[in-house]
């Protein structure tokens, strides 16, 4: 009885078809924020101008690389840091979605080809609504954190910030774009809203959910008055 049995019959439901969804949208929440690298360039307000390479990337510990900013007498060098660690909301982002996406794995497995074994017993449906629904409360509360964390990476880079770096002040050549990790905090609060919804259709599976049973008239089918 607990062969695997391949039936896609279950994509075509709510159920597994908001777990697929999820299975796309976690892989891109943790895509987008893990694997981006930000670069600025700055430009020394000196006779003789020097461009001065700024980065930073995941898990965004700003002050992990060296800003070596030249003098404009060519005397030496000025070794500074962006400020700011902010790895904590990012990695704890990354890690829900990647054991998010390990979960869709095993539950899109179980769906599609251990279906019988799903709905033998309840316990399936129960367990499967309790993890989707601390998954939902992780997604809100790594979206809120990650969102938060992302708006202080973005004053710490902050051009005004970048120019009191150099004196005289830099100007700012080329900035990091940004737009990658905005869409990472959107694909959060997006996984939020599949996962959420995704709670009710598990639950219609589970015995806590009891249709209506309809209503039986003692009169039906006895002899009209």
Not at 8 to 37: D, H, Q, S
Not at 73 to 97: H, I, K, P, Q, R
Not at 138 to 162: E, H, M, P, Q
Request: aromatic share 16%; hydrophobic share 40%.
């Amino acid at each position: 009885m607990s062969g695997f049995r391949l039936d896609l019959g279950p994509i075509k439901e709510p159920l597994g078809f908001i777990r697929v969804l999820e299975w796309f949208f976690t892989i891109f929440a943790f895509a987008t924020t893990g694997g981006y690298v930000g670069s600025i360039t700055l430009t020394t307000a000196c006779e003789k101008s020097t461009d001065v390479p700024v980065h930073f990337s995941y898990p965004f510990r700003l002050p992990s690389q060296p800003i070596i900013i030249p003098h404009c007498n060519d005397t030496g060098f000025n070794t500074t840091y962006l400020m700011g660690d902010f790895s904590s909301s990012a990695e704890f982002f990354v890690c829900v979605g990647v054991f998010g996406f390990l979960y869709c794995t095993i539950m899109l497995i179980l769906y599609l080809g251990y279906q019988h074994v799903y709905r033998e017993t309840s316990r399936g449906p129960i367990i499967d609504l309790f993890v989707t629904g601390i998954f939902a409360f992780l997604w809100l509360v790594s979206s809120s954190a990650w969102g938060k964390g992302l708006t202080d990476v973005k004053n710490a880079t902050d051009l005004d910030v970048l120019k009191g770096y150099c004196n005289p002040p830099c100007t700012v050549k080329d900035h990091a774009a940004m737009g990658r990790l905005n869409a990472s905090v959107i694909f959060g609060f997006l996984n939020l809203i599949l996962w959420v919804g995704n709670c009710w259709f598990i639950y219609k599976e589970t015995p806590f959910h009891k249709p209506a049973q309809p209503s039986q008239n003692p009169e039906e089918g006895g002899p009209s008055s």
